[in-house]
């Protein structure tokens, strides 16, 4: 994942949301916890982690939330002519907005079509659970042939750690200008919170969520966020660190 992007898919939507709710009025560990809900799920939808949706847990599980063979339609070596699956956790987003592009079957290859090729490969890792998603697809692998140390394992790897170096303070100093500028607006708009913290956990899960959809549908759809967002795209195997 471009810095560029991991920027604006995770800290936008904490801003917008300051702009709608005061963050001092959330309930202790109620942004962190939605937060890591996401994080987990981008781990685990890219992880190589075979996913049968004739299994009727599974099934019932692809209703509602991402899964490995959900978000493998978005990395379909065809995604400039099938494009959309954009959702994070819910796939409510996709089904409303009609960008559900699921097919039964997999994808028969990820990565770019050729005139949409990059000369370098860089594609990092996300944030946590990534050893978890590596040790799932190795025991229940999407696709048995493809190995643990493919070609761009550690090309994920080595950037996603020069990103993840690099990110904290960058992200520190994008977030301080984000939030002023939220301060500068939130007296228009902001709202009362609920008391209860798991009204406020949903409430918050639901807006991110919300947010991270259409920031991911934006980066397919706008020439100049596509142009970082391809780098994620370029990956020809997916997996817990692309």
Request: proline fraction near 5%; hydrophobic fraction near 50%.
């Amino acid at each position: 994942m471009h810095i560029v992007d991991y920027v604006q898919l995770n800290l936008i939507p904490i801003a917008l949301c300051g702009v709608f709710f005061h963050r001092e009025a959330f309930a202790p560990g109620v942004i962190e916890s939605a937060l890591a809900i996401g994080i987990a799920f981008d781990a685990f939808q890219h992880a190589n982690l075979r996913f049968d949706l004739n299994n009727p847990l599974f099934a019932f599980w692809h209703r509602f939330l991402n899964n490995p063979h959900f978000h493998a339609w978005h990395h379909t070596r065809n995604g400039h002519i099938i494009d959309g699956n954009y959702g994070n956790s819910l796939l409510v987003w996709d089904q409303i907005f009609g960008t559900d592009v699921t097919k039964e079957h997999l994808p028969d290859e990820f990565g770019l079509a050729s005139h949409h090729d990059l000369a370098l490969d860089p594609v990092g890792i996300h944030v946590l659970a990534i050893g978890i998603g590596l040790l799932a697809g190795l025991l229940w692998p999407r696709k048995a042939e493809q190995k643990l140390f493919h070609p761009t394992f550690w090309v994920n790897v080595v950037t996603g750690g020069l990103i993840f170096i690099s990110a904290k303070p960058i992200m520190g100093w994008v977030g301080q200008g984000l939030e002023h500028w939220a301060g500068d607006y939130s007296e228009w708009v902001q709202f009362g919170l609920p008391d209860s913290w798991i009204l406020q956990f949903v409430l918050l899960f639901l807006l991110v969520d919300f947010f991270r959809y259409w920031l991911h549908y934006a980066h397919h759809r706008v020439p100049f966020l596509w142009r970082f967002h391809r780098v994620h795209h370029s990956a020809p195997a997916l997996d817990a660190t692309s």
